[in-house]
């Protein structure tokens, strides 16, 4: 699976209306042009960002968290310190499909350190 910006073949126009709230410009694509996808949110507190992704119901968890995770935090050298939270519960099986997960259009994925980090002032 690749990622890529902003195709013109690939325009879609009936995304959920969520999926366009505060997010990038472009969309991170994890699908061919034959292949039906969802389109959902990836929010990272830690940065204050947020990225839309459009992936097949049958991509893991794991591709989409390595996908965003490079969109968002391209300093992160380990990934497995990053956990992905689904309405408001630890995804466990990172292999599992985004469908097994829960995830439809219209839903938002958070992308969050593993452990708490230190407040500094």
Known sequence: MTSSANTPSATRTN?????????????????SDSQSFL???????EVWDTVRVEAPASTSVRDVKDA???????????????????????????HAALTSAGVKDGSTLLLTFRRRRPVRS
């Not at 995304?15 to 699908?31: A, C, D, G, H, K």
């Not at 389109?39 to 507190?45: D, K, W």
């Not at 969109?71 to 990934?79: I, K, R, T």
């Not at 956990?83 to 995804?91: I, L, P, R, S, T």
């Open 15 to 31: 995304q959920p209306f969520v999926s366009t709230l505060r997010v990038r410009p472009e969309v991170i694509r994890l699908w």
């Open 39 to 45: 389109t959902f949110r990836v929010e990272m507190p």
């Open 68 to 94: 965003a995770l490079k969109a968002l935090f391209p300093d992160a050298d380990f990934p497995d310190e990053y956990v992905v939270k689904f309405n408001g519960y630890e995804v466990r099986d990172e």
